[in-house]
Nanobody, 123 residues
């Protein structure tokens, strides 16, 4: 069992930066691929970024590639999403996610979700 708690959301101006954090509980955190998804009002939840269990492989949606960076610290059971050059279209609730046997890039592969943290980017 893994519990995920996000933090770090808030209000930012376009062009600004935010760093999201996800604190995980559970003994086997390092065996999970971790990801970030987001859901804007009236839209479906979508993939943002993912990182392999060891941190060697990362994956990004085209819309955030070059602006966002995902990282993890298995000793602290933490996952991070550094978001730079923010745009108003990045406004959404951001969810941390854990996947057991996949790369955490698709919703159907996710085993655990956090409760979400709101990110609002003003123009």
């Amino acid at each position: 069992q893994v519990q995920l708690v996000e933090s770090g959301g808030g209000l930012a101006q376009a062009g600004g930066s935010l760093r999201l954090s996800c604190a995980a509980s559970g003994r086997t955190f390092s065996s999970y691929a971790m990801g970030w998804f987001r859901q804007a009002p009236g839209k479906e939840r979508e993939f943002v970024a993912a990182i392999s269990w060891g941190g060697r492989s990362t994956y990004y949606a085209d819309s955030v590639k070059g602006r966002f960076a995902i990282s993890r610290d298995n000793t602290k059971k933490m996952v991070y999403l550094q978001m730079n050059s923010l745009k108003p279209e990045d406004t959404a609730v951001y969810y941390c996610a854990a996947a057991t046997f996949t790369t955490a890039q698709t919703m159907g592969d996710i085993d655990y979700w956090g409760q979400g943290t709101q990110v609002t980017v003003s123009s």
